[in-house]
Structure formats: structure tokens, C-alpha cells
């Protein structure tokens, strides 16, 4: 089980490491230790010989497949399981749609669609994962997509050299673009990226995002009427779309999944990080505020203004979305539900505080997590672009090496 081995590196792009290839006792170990917790905690009777014939399964193909509901339950541990998510305590409300059987890209355009339908819900934000075919055994993912979120903005390289838009994106939009897709005429600070999809049978394609499915929240201040003109906006869903989900020995590398925003993400990360949207300055150059020196504390002022302005704008607006204070709250919940249930609370602790919310010193601060990661989990997975994570294969072309190989 070398996921376990998983180191888990500090910065914010680390990530356990991801599984090469896993030998069939591995995946045997792993599969009986998950059919063991699952007939348990679901008190279903029968875990031998369920046992009995998954053995046999693998033995004779290498790997298994799930039950509909193993599937179900499976990612609503790995979930329950993630260290750095705070929003836990919703983990059995997760809602899990098996598409398996969706295997063209076609197919699977359409099913993210559903997804962003389903989980956007008029607002009222709704936890989905969609999970699709399982990778092959020592082949690999059956489907890829290369996009991180199923809604990011693009980040445009200007002639000047400076960029528009998310800075996070640049490599994808460099990779969309070399793919053949065109910007908009005009481009801007928050056009959508379309989608890239590969299965083992299609090259990567572009889709574009339907539209009319993103929802998208314009930034104002309940006290300052310039903020909007800043003309600062996000949309409301966030969707994970470049994790695997490893449930029994078994990963699912096409798997998106959601949940709601924490103010935090949206008001200090992705709008006040420098190397992100970037708008302390201009924010406490609004409120008038003395920046030519780090002790008036000037970029703590202004974050904490985009971050009012986010929960504000996202309640008015009718969006789910959560503030530190209560997130806490229900995350210390979620801790004592899972001693109570003998379990230990997994946990980054770095991930698991924000960076708003320090006054009142909420109990997430005070105290340590077991920092170990277990599977079922969500294990980050190479770029599917870019100088670093280039593929040498399209997954066409590694799966008719596979085939030809098994002649
Ligand atoms: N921090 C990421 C973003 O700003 C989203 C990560 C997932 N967040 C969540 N609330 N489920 O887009």
C-alpha cells in the first residue's frame, strides 16, 4: 500500500505522492481492509464472502469492481478521510453519482454538465462527486481531464509580458491555446478555460463550459460603495476535477467533485495572494489606508475587507457559502462525532485554519490531527500539461501500447 507511504510535502502545491503501479496483493490488502470497514460501518452482514470473491476477481484480473454502493460509501470515507478539508462534518451527505459506464468524451462533457446542474442547485450549493471508469491495471486512466476546476479563469500572457486574468492558469491557458482554442477578441480578467478531455480512445478535445451552467458572484462591500467598481468577481462553485479517488485498491482518476466555498478561499487566497488576482493594494488604496509601511498593517486591513465583501456579496446573491467562525464550529462537531465513533481525526492543520477568524481564536487552532492519510482518500495527480507534467503518451496512444501488448 505505498499510498500510505504518501510523504506530504509543506507548500500548497504539494501532495502525496502518487501510486506508480500497485501490485495485485497490494491491491488484495487494500481491497479487504475497505470491504472490512465498509460491512461494518454499513452493520451489512456477509463480509466473507464478499471477501472470497473479490479475491478471485483479482486474481483473475488484477482488479475488482465495486458495488454501486461500495462505490458510494468508499468516497464518502475518502472524504471523511481528506486532511485538509474543514467542511467534514457534511461528509455523509456527499452526493455520488456513478457514471461509470460514461466512457466517450462526448458522454462525459455531458455528465459535467449534470454535475455543475446538481451541485449548483439555484445557489443552494450541493456536495457531488461524479465518478467515472476506474484506471486499468498498469495501464492506467481510462479518462482525463486536464482542467484542475471545471470552472477556473484563464490567465492571458499580454504583450507587455504581464498577465491577465488568474496567474494560476497561465500553463493551461498556454496548453488550451495550443490545442487551438482562440481567447475572446477582447480578452479579460475572468474568462472561462474550456474544458480538455481525453479518454483511451480520443485525443484530447476542447469543450467549451456550458455557460449558462456557471454561476458567477460580482464582489461589492455592504459599507464601500467603490469596491464594486474594482469590478471583482468568482464563481460559486468550486469543483476539483484533477484528484483521484482511491477507494479498496482502486483508483478512480476521473472523479470531480465539490463542495461550497469558505469565504477565506475566495477572499484572501485567490483575490489577495500576490500571485494570484492581487488586490490588497488596490483595496486599501480605496480605503485611503498608509501603505508605505508594513506596521500600520495595511494588507491585513484590506484582506479582511475582500473577505466581508465576499460573504456579503455571496449571501446577497443567494450562494452558499461559509465564514470561519461557524465552519470551525462544525469541524470541531465533525472531531467529536469521530472520537466517539473510534476513529481518529486525520488532519493538516495548516489547511484546516484560514487566515480570517484569528480574534476569536476558534478551537480548530487548538489542537493537533493525526497526520496520517488513509485510503479510501483524494490523492493529487500529475499535470496533464506544461513543461513539467508533460506527457510523453496521450492516454490514446499508452492504451494502444497496452493493447497491442496483450495482443
Ligand atoms: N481553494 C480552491 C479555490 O479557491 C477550492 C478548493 C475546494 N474548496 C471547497 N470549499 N470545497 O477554488
Redesign the pocket.
Known amino acids: 500500500m505505498s499510498a500510505r507511504a504518501g510523504v506530504r510535502a509543506g507548500d500548497a502545491g504539494g501532495c502525496p505522492v502518487s501510486h506508480a503501479s500497485d501490485s495485485p496483493v497490494d491491491v488484495t490488502a487494500e481491497a479487504v481492509e475497505f470491504l472490512h470497514l465498509y460491512h461494518e460501518e454499513r452493520r451489512l452482514p456477509g463480509v466473507a464472502d464478499r471477501v472470497a470473491r473479490v479475491r478471485e476477481e483479482i486474481a483473475v484480473t488484477g482488479t475488482y469492481r465495486h458495488t454501486g454502493d461500495e462505490l458510494v460509501h468508499g468516497a464518502k470515507v475518502a472524504w471523511r478521510q481528506s486532511a485538509r478539508c474543514v467542511?467534514r462534518v457534511r461528509w455523509a451527505g456527499l452526493r455520488v453519482r456513478d457514471r461509470r459506464g460514461v466512457t466517450t468524451v462526448a458522454g462525459i462533457a455531458e455528465e459535467l454538465a449534470r454535475h455543475l446542474a446538481v451541485a449548483d442547485n439555484g445557489g443552494r450549493i450541493q456536495s457531488v462527486m461524479t465518478v467515472f471508469a476506474p484506471d486499468r491495471p498498469g495501464v492506467g486512466l481510462r479518462a482525463r481531464l486536464w482542467n484542475d476546476?471545471l470552472i477556473r479563469y484563464c490567465g492571458h500572457r499580454m504583450d507587455d509580458g504581464s498577465i491577465l486574468g488568474d496567474p494560476a492558469q497561465v500553463a493551461m491557458t498556454d496548453a488550451v491555446r495550443a490545442l487551438g482554442w482562440h481567447p475572446p477578441p477582447v480578452p479579460g480578467r475572468f474568462d472561462l478555460l474550456p474544458w480538455v478531455l481525453e479518454t483511451a480512445y480520443e485525443d484530447p478535445t476542447l469543450v467549451e463550459v456550458p455557460r449558462e451552467l456557471v454561476r458567477e458572484v460580482a464582489l461589492t462591500h455592504p459599507a464601500y460603495p467603490w469596491f464594486e467598481e474594482l469590478r471583482l468577481r468568482w464563481h460559486a462553485l468550486?469543483v476539483?476535477s484533477n484528484m483521484r479517488l482511491r477507494v479498496g485498491g482502486v483508483d478512480y482518476s476521473c472523479a470531480p467533485f465539490?463542495?461550497?466555498?469558505?469565504g477565506d478561499?475566495?477572499g484572501t487566497?485567490?483575490m489577495g495572494d500576490g500571485d494570484r488576482y492581487d488586490q490588497l493594494l488596490p483595496v486599501a488604496r480605496g480605503l485611503g489606508l498608509d501603505t508605505s509601511r508594513e506596521d500600520t498593517l495595511w494588507r491585513e486591513h484590506a484582506a479582511l475587507v475582500i473577505n466581508q465583501a465576499v460573504l456579503h456579496s455571496f449571501r446577497a446573491a443567494g450562494v452558499r457559502v461559509s465564514d470561519p467562525h461557524t465552519e470551525s464550529e462544525l469541524f470541531m462537531r465533525f472531531c467529536a462525532q469521530e472520537e466517539r465513533a473510534g476513529r481518529p481525526v486525520h488532519g493538516d492543520w495548516s489547511w484546516l485554519n484560514g487566515s480570517v477568524g484569528w480574534a476569536a481564536l476558534h478551537a480548530v487552532h487548538h489542537r493537533y490531527y493525526d497526520t496520517r492519510v488513509p485510503n479510501p482518500n483524494l490523492w493529487q495527480t500529475d499535470r496533464a500539461y506544461g513543461p513539467a507534467g508533460v506527457e510523453a503518451l496521450s492516454l490514446r496512444q499508452r492504451h494502444d501500447v497496452a493493447r497491442r501488448r496483450e495482443g
Do not use: A, T
Not at 465539490?258 to 469558505?262: D, I, K, V
Open positions: 467542511g476546476q468550486p476539483i465539490n463542495g461550497h466555498y469558505l478561499e475566495v487566497r485567490n
